[in-house]
């Protein structure tokens, strides 16, 4: 089940996708949140499933793992869908003691049930196709206005991009350990779902540990390269929008302006 976690990975490429401004790609994923949660009807639906499947393809993200990264939230996405099936009041098509399911409910589950999965994915393709450096620099730079008021604007995005980085590490770290105690004779597998809570309390002292010295050692390597944060600061990529962010940040913003009128119009 770590193995499956794939929030933080990057793969680079060199596709349009990769190509465009780090910039263009949060506004991308702020709108296309905004539209898919301003969708109702069955062609607003279908409007963002061919819009993410277009903008997965584009950046030549294979199935695989987007699904792969589901893995981790199907109970999640599950329980959501079963209680949007039962507990939603309508007109009744089946009833099994308190568990009424009704017509309502059975759209309102396969409406959540899509979102959801159709967000997770799409907000991987930020990660997928950003590397954490890159989204760093993004958000100092869309973030800059916050300085006049004494915001730590690059210490915050340094701390989110480091976070960032670090899940898929501490996830490796994770599985690292669990395989070794497993060679030990511990098992994490049987029993109650208490139980294998339990079960998981030894691994939390060794992880925590390798996390804290990781943390050090990032720190002494920052200084040691005479890191003193964002001021006077340059870079070595200097980010520009070129015609194909316009061409992309209008595309988005046709896209769900269109949701967002035909949900108005009760499309």
Do not use: W
Not at 75 to 86: D, M, R
Not at 107 to 127: D, E, K, P, Q, S
Not at 137 to 149: C, G, H, Q, S, T
Not at 180 to 207: C, H, I, T, W, Y
């Amino acid at each position: 089940m770590l193995k499956d976690i794939t929030l933080g990975q990057y793969f680079p490429g060199d596709t349009p996708a990769h190509k465009l401004d780090p910039r263009t790609k949060i506004l991308l994923v702020i709108l296309y949140i905004v539209a898919l949660f301003q969708a109702r009807s069955l062609l607003t639906y279908a409007i963002m499933t061919v819009t993410f499947v277009l903008c997965a393809r584009i950046s030549k993200v294979g199935a695989k793992a987007l699904l792969k990264g589901l893995k981790p939230v199907v109970i999640i996405v599950l329980f959501t869908g079963f209680l949007n099936l039962f507990f939603t009041p309508g007109e009744v098509i089946f009833q099994l003691g308190f568990l009424r399911l009704t017509d309502a409910g059975v759209y309102n589950a396969l409406r959540m049930v899509v979102r959801i999965m159709l967000l997770i994915t799409g907000t991987f393709l930020l990660t997928y196709t950003t590397s954490p450096i890159a989204l760093t620099d993004a958000l100092e730079r869309m973030l800059n206005p916050l300085k006049k008021v004494h915001v730590p604007v690059h210490e915050l995005a340094m701390v989110m991009s480091i976070a960032l980085r670090f899940i898929p590490t501490l996830i490796e770290e994770t599985d690292k350990i669990m395989s070794a105690q497993k060679a030990r004779g511990a098992d994490f597998e049987s029993g109650n779902l208490l139980q294998k809570a339990k079960a998981l309390v030894p691994v939390l002292v060794p992880l925590f540990v390798s996390s804290f010295r990781r943390a050090d050692e990032l720190a002494v390597a920052m200084e040691c390269r005479c890191y003193h944060g964002g001021e006077g600061r340059t870079r070595l990529h200097v980010l520009h929008f070129a015609g194909r962010d316009y061409l992309a940040l209008t595309l988005g913003c046709a896209i769900t302006a269109a949701v967002i009128i035909l949900a108005r119009l009760g499309f």
